[in-house]
């Protein structure tokens, strides 16, 4: 029987298997955004197999559970907890790798442009995507999560109110930065490196990959834990 079926939420998977988000993303499934739809949602409006995605999670899920795992239930850890591990995890994550990365894409941008003029339209969606996540971040350091850890030390109905309000603002900021990261991950195929690819722009394609996959848990860990739990 399986653990996983179509009425699950792709958020409340990873919740219990973390290494779920792979497969979702390989299938581009939302975890982060939109994440608390069921999988059904996305099978028929993605045109998915249904039944072959669900066997290949839930073996997965088994041969994963087999093995030793020291997993973290964020829903029970105490919120300031929760919001360090975001800052500096994620948070610093992008204030280092942001600038860095830019310089990268640029510089295929240059060199490559006229060959591949998909880099044109690669480099106005991360620097937009640059300023949208700094700005962002800048909000939630100075402003949305010193609010939560005065809540968890004093807690009131009008606190809690004002960071409903603001985690809404967030959520928004949340799609429309998802949004830009998977249409980086259109235009390129999948990150997907050409064959007359130098070894920057295979560097610059393995980073950009990877910055998806940190936007998207960092996304997951804010709309579908932090910002439920409050």
């Known amino acids: 029987m399986n653990t996983f079926t179509a009425e699950h939420t792709p958020a409340s998977i990873v919740k219990t298997f973390p290494q779920a988000s792979d497969l979702f ?5 939302d ?17 998915l197999p249904e039944e072959e995605i669900l066997t290949e999670l839930n073996t997965a899920y088994k041969e994963w559970k087999k093995e030793d795992h020291d997993i973290i239930d964020w829903d029970a850890v105490p919120l300031s907890k ?14 280092q790798e942001l600038p860095a990365l830019g310089e990268f894409v640029t510089k295929i941008f240059r060199v490559h442009g006229a060959r591949h003029p998909h880099l044109k339209e ?48 967030l959520e928004d900021e949340h799609d429309a930065t998802g949004d830009l990261i998977k249409q980086m991950r259109s235009i390129t195929n999948g990150f997907e490196i050409p064959v007359d690819a130098c070894g920057s722009y295979r560097m610059t394609y393995a980073r950009l990959a990877e910055l998806e996959e940190n936007t998207f848990q960092h996304i997951h860990l804010e709309n579908n834990i932090l910002f439920k739990r409050l």
Do not use: W
């Open 25 to 29: 993303k390989k299938h581009t499934i």
């Open 122 to 169: 690669l480099h106005r969606l991360y620097n937009e995507f640059k300023v949208e996540m700094e700005e962002h971040t800048i909000k939630e350091d100075n402003e949305v999560f010193p609010l939560i850890k005065e809540y968890e030390k004093n807690p009131s109905d009008e606190l809690l109110q004002k960071i409903r309000v603001a985690n809404g603002d």
């Open 31 to 47: 975890f982060c955004c939109g994440g608390d739809k069921p999988l059904k949602e996305s099978f028929k409006d993605q045109n």
């Open 82 to 95: 929760l919001v360090d591990h975001i800052t500096n995890t994620h948070h610093a994550y992008l204030e």
